[in-house]
């Protein structure tokens, strides 16, 4: 990973379906600005107070400015991070849809446990 800020994207690459969807995330546009860290593996580098832990527990994103999200919030991150899909982090992050992305993601992390 190169010295300069950049977004990193924390997630569990032992999750067959979370593993999926960073490989599509992976092969659009931008994303060689973005670090992919699989948390799953016992060496995986982890952010500044991020355990391991919490990173496998759900999806973490650290901003290139330092800055932390995590859950729904955390996709919102990645997605402003692709030029294709920064539409979407904008609208991921009103208000009004940020809740609502939330109780979806914590929905999918109860059915998650199933496929691990």
Known sequence: ????????????????????????????????????VDVSRPDAPLAPGLTREAALARMHVRRADGSMASGAAAFAALWSA?????????IAAWPVVAPALELGYQGFLRVRRAWR
């Open 1 to 36: 990973m190169p010295q300069e800020a950049r977004t990193e994207v924390y997630y569990d690459g032992a999750c067959p379906v979370c593993s999926r969807e960073i490989a599509a995330y992976r092969r659009a546009e931008g994303a060689e600005a973005v670090c992919f």
């Open 82 to 90: 692709l030029p294709r899909w920064a539409w979407l982090g904008r």
